[in-house]
Each structure stands twice: as C-alpha cells, then as structure tokens.
C-alpha cells in the first residue's frame, strides 16, 4: 500500500506560478513511476504528467509541455509539479498518482485526495 498526500494547490492569478508536492509513504518509492492527473468541473479527469522511477523518463500531456514540470526527489519520497504561466483553464483539482511499476503503463494503482489549483483571470 503507498499513501500519497498532496499540498501546494491555491490561488492564483493567470501567468503565476504554483509548485505542487505530492509526499508518498509506505513502499520503496523509486519502485514506482509517478503522475499528476487533474479534473475540472463537469470534466473528465486527465493525465497532466509522469515520471519513471528512476527519474530518467518523463511524458507530458501535450497541452502541458512547456509549463509544466515534473520531478522527484526519491531521498525524500516526494514528486512535485512545478507549474508556470498558468491559465484559467488550469484551474482543477491535481491528484498524485503511483503507477504499479517503476515506468508509465496502465492506470496507476494509488491516488491522493487531490489539491485544489484556481487560476483567477
């Protein structure tokens, strides 16, 4: 079992910046890839962003390239997702996720509570 909580989500205004960390408990950390999904209101949630265990490989959401960055510090069990040049529509609640392996594949197998980003126009 793995327990991810999140933090960093807030207010903001557009062409701000936020960086969110997502702190993971309860297995070998770098045993699992890690992602940033997002859902806004009436939306599905999306894929945001991952990144391997080892830290070696990253994949984006194509409208996220660019702003968004994903890292991971595995010393001390936590991702982060700095985002920059943020939009309105960026306004949603970003979840953490782990993947059931150490690269992207499938769905992942953990979630956090999610942490509320609102970008304010």
């Known amino acids: 079992q793995v327990q991810l909580v999140e933090s960093g989500g807030g207010l903001v205004q557009a062409g701000g910046s936020l960086r969110l960390s997502c702190a993971a408990s309860g297995r070998t950390f770098s045993n699992y890839a890690m992602g940033w999904f997002r859902q806004a209101p009436g939306k599905e949630r999306e894929f945001v962003a991952a990144?391997?265990?080892?830290?070696?490989?990253?994949w984006y959401a194509d409208s996220m390239k660019g702003r968004f960055t994903i890292s991971r510090d595995n010393a001390e069990n936590t991702v982060y997702l700095q985002m920059n040049s943020l939009k309105p529509e960026d306004t949603a609640v970003y979840y953490c996720?782990?993947?059931?392996?150490?690269?992207?594949?499938?769905?992942?197998?953990?979630w956090g509570q999610g942490t509320q980003v609102t970008v304010s126009s």
């Open positions: 990144i391997s265990g080892g830290a070696g490989t990253r």
């Open positions: 996720a782990a993947y059931p392996s150490i690269y992207k594949s499938g769905t992942p197998a953990y």
